[in-house]
């Protein structure tokens, strides 16, 4: 069943289904022992922020910023504000004190909520320099809050404003006000080719994806949902009160690094991540292969290769498996694969949503041979997530982005663009109408600035349009279907692809360095230092011969034929990462110059 309400009064509808079943496990700031809170105690809370923010004279549709990384906190801010008819400005927690500046100013916020000491010496630093803002909300308890700080208080003090019935005539008015239209979110979005942009959510398209999503996603109150990417991120955000409509419980992980311990522990059944985080997995589980003894590795490498035919070559296609095939996976699934999945805290698994980057065809097939069923999916913010997605019970192939979603449609341009519209996609930026005039076609589609193409009902992507590298030989190269084959090394943390204007395809590369010194002490290769260890030539010969064989598939003018490893990663301070991770491509390229002049110096 799904209570797909208003956002303004979801969860004070969940909680008078549900009542004093969980709703949320969590963990305070800095703690380690996991809490949990009734669907009515995360009700009652959610309704206590809502009256404390009318008490701070909050207006409807007034822009409200939070600062943070995940916590329970989070969520009773965002569904208070909702409760109000205010609209919410999510903050990535790894924002810098320039991208904060930028967007309390260019939406005018007046209250800022904020996580932990680092968010809150960043808020604190630039107040001065925000006309608008009054007050800072801090969710930790523990930050030390300046002596000379009259503008900051606590969330538990905030909260106690709210606990008067002073106010509670002025928020049912505020519920029965509430339309469709209204906004609820601005996002902004990461900036890989330049300034953030807001995109405007309304509660409208939230309501949308929830109807349409409900279709094709199987979740229900039986689930138990990690919310491991940031609330910032659409695809966690819709995901995680997508879940809250069916019921499920929420896990909050507050810290995206302590992820796979957090699953041990909760043994979640659902989690929405990127494909870096099975990248990961697939690496770990690889790496186990190699050093496991002669006798394991032949059993596990039978093992994949029964999941694969089973779950790829016959059920992903719809089809029956023989019935020998599947008593022999039966077999392994309880055996084998069971072990693989305790290891990573899923003997529970249901279905895990993945997007927001290509996934490695490798990577896809492991997932699903190992019997956890990976909803692969495509989407953006201005789509409110998901475009399409696997469905279960139809037929998927490994590489597509899976089928659309009902309501949505989906046009492909004489340039290949995939272009959309619906009633999940934003009618536009904020304070944007120089870009709004040329986000949409005549007819009122979206452009996404992605390539793909439709074949059997499925989605498939080509690349970033923008992304496309011309080498100066007059071939297209998409850089990030390249990067995708060879992240599935476990020498490689992070590339750059260079091509643009570029006689051949090149590499910046940030190894797995413990994996690299590994390698280097068992062949007996000495180095002084990380610079000495990534200018190695046997290094070099090593990975030249591991990516030599992850792009045999490509054509030759697509294959990395120079690269350089570099002896630290890239980073958000330098301005090569955005929040979300994605590579600033202009920017390596500024920064590496030079080594990248000397990869084509004949």
């Known amino acids: 069943m799904q209570i797909n309400s208003h956002m303004s009064v979801l969860i004070r509808d969940l909680a008078a289904h549900w ?101 809150y010496d960043k808020a604190h630093r630039i107040f001065s320099f925000c006309p608008s803002l009054e007050r800072i909300i801090v969710f930790d308890r523990r930050v030390q809050i300046s002596s000379h700080d009259p503008h900051t208080i606590y969330f538990d003090d ?40 807001g995109v405007i959510l309304t509660f409208g398209q939230f309501h949308a994806a929830f109807e349409a999503n409900n279709k094709c996603v199987p979740v229900t109150d039986k689930d138990r949902v990690m919310n491991f990417l940031p609330y910032t991120h659409i695809f966690e955000r819709g995901w995680a009160i997508f879940a809250m409509t069916k019921g499920a419980t929420m896990i909050v992980n507050t810290y995206p690094q302590q992820v796979q311990q957090s699953m041990r522990q909760t043994h979640p059944t659902c989690m929405s991540s990127v494909p870096r985080f099975w990248e990961k997995v697939y690496m770990g589980v690889q ?30 296609r719809g089809q029956k498996p023989p019935m020998a095939l599947h008593l022999e996976y039966e077999m392994l699934n309880r055996t084998v694969f069971s072990l693989v999945r305790k290891e990573l805290g899923l003997e529970n698994a249901n279905f895990f949503p993945t997007a927001g980057a290509a996934v490695s065809a490798h990577v896809e097939e492991f997932v699903h041979s190992i019997g956890i069923d990976m909803i692969v999916g495509y989407g953006l913010t201005e789509s409110l997530a998901t475009v399409s997605c696997d469905h279960r019970g139809e037929p998927f192939t490994v ?8 309501s949505i449609k989906i046009k492909i341009s004489p340039e290949g663009e995939i272009l959309l519209k619906g009633p999940t996609i934003t009618r536009g930026y904020y304070n944007r109408d120089d870009i709004n005039r040329t986000a949409f076609d005549e007819e009122g589609y979206f452009r996404t600035g992605d390539a793909g193409y439709m074949k059997d009902g499925e989605l498939f992507l080509k690349e970033r349009i923008k992304d496309l590298f011309k080498t100066s030989n007059g071939k297209y190269i998409a850089p990030q279907m390249i990067e995708s084959k060879l992240l599935v090394d476990k020498y490689i943390d992070q590339i750059a692809v260079i091509a643009d204007q570029r006689k051949f395809v090149s590499a910046l590369i940030i190894p797995e360095y413990k994996l690299l010194e590994e390698y280097a002490a068992k062949h007996n290769i000495y180095y002084k230092d990380r610079e000495d260890l990534c200018r190695n030539r046997e290094i070099y010969d090593m990975m030249m011969e591991r990516i030599d064989t992850l792009q045999q598939q490509l054509a030759h003018y697509e294959q990395v034929k120079r690269f350089t ?26 920064n590496y110059k030079d080594l990248i002049e000397k990869m084509y110096f004949d």
């Open 158 to 197: 905030f909260l106690r404003q709210g606990e008067t019935a002073e106010f509670d005539d002025q928020l049912e008015q505020r519920y029965a006000e509430a339309s469709m239209d209204e906004t609820a979110n601005i996002l902004y979005t990461s900036g890989t080719t330049g300034d953030s942009k």
């Open 399 to 406: 590489g597509s982005v899976g089928r659309p979603i009902d």
């Open 19 to 119: 009542g004093q079943r969980e709703a949320l496990i969590y963990q305070d700031f800095g703690g380690e022992e996991w809490k949990s809170c009734s669907w009515q105690q995360f009700a009652d809370t959610v309704r206590k922020a809502s009256k404390a923010l009318l008490s701070m004279s909050v207006q409807p549709q007034e822009n409200i910023g939070i600062f943070s990384q995940n916590s329970v906190q989070y969520l009773f801010t965002d569904f208070g504000a909702w409760g109000v008819r205010a609209t919410t400005i999510p903050f990535y927690a790894t924002s810098s004190e320039q991208q904060i500046q930028f967007m309390l100013n260019d939406a005018h916020v007046r209250l800022l909520f904020v996580g932990e000491q680092d968010q």
């Open 287 to 316: 790496e186990q292969i190699d050093n496991a003894n002669p006798a394991k590795r032949v059993l596990f490498q039978h093992a994949l290769a029964v999941g694969k035919k089973h779950n790829i070559d016959y059920l992903s």
């Open 565 to 590: 490893l570099l002896p630290h990663h890239f980073s958000m301070d330098r301005g090569e990462l955005t929040n979300t991770l994605k590579i600033k491509r202009r920017v390596l390229n500024e």
